[in-house]
């Protein structure tokens, strides 16, 4: 041996001890609530169904663009309220922006009918089962639909997820 003395790496200076991470990643996940998100998430699907509906009856176009509303829409209630940072969170905004997605159609299609037999729109809603919204799905279905249902679940997925920064994980910690 030569005498030399070994120097360790300075620390990184952004560096989180792990004992430090894990007791920060256990207080975020003690509050989470999936049970709140998936009544936010079903509250916004309802919500930019509606919206879209009444966008697409009132301009008489159909814009594929209000299902990505949706996505965002329903992602950002899941995150708001569900405070999630596991899977099933993003799965939760994921399947609510599908249905969201599918209700605002279903809704357009009730819409634009409504206005064509001039017949209030709660007496078809009253009338509708699952059978008659399957043929009005299927009639009304568009493969671009698709395209717009797919990014409308990922963002669904994607935004679904609490944020956190590096600085917030120290102060929790």
């Not at 922006?97 to 001039?118: D, R």
């Amino acid at each position: 041996m030569s005498g030399e003395i070994q120097q360790q790496p300075p620390p990184a200076e952004n560096a989180v001890d792990p004992v430090i991470l894990q007791a920060a990643m256990q207080r975020l996940k003690s509050e989470q609530n999936l049970v709140l998100a998936a009544l936010a998430g079903g509250a916004a699907a309802l919500l930019g169904a509606c919206v879209w509906a009444a966008v697409t009856v009132a301009t008489n176009y159909q814009i594929g663009w209000m299902a990505v509303g949706v996505g965002f829409l329903v992602g950002y209630a899941v995150r708001s309220f569900g405070k999630g940072i596991d899977k099933s969170f993003g799965i939760v905004g994921a399947a609510w922006s599908l249905a969201g997605c599918a209700a605002g159609n279903l809704l357009t299609t009730v819409g634009i009918i409504a206005n064509e037999q001039n017949i209030p729109i709660l007496n078809i809603l009253e009338k509708l089962n699952l059978e008659i919204a399957a043929s009005l799905m299927q009639a009304t279905f568009n493969p671009m639909d698709l395209l717009f249902y797919g990014i409308a679940v990922y963002e669904g997925y994607r935004f679904s997820f609490r944020q956190i920064a590096q600085a917030d994980l120290m102060k929790i910690g």
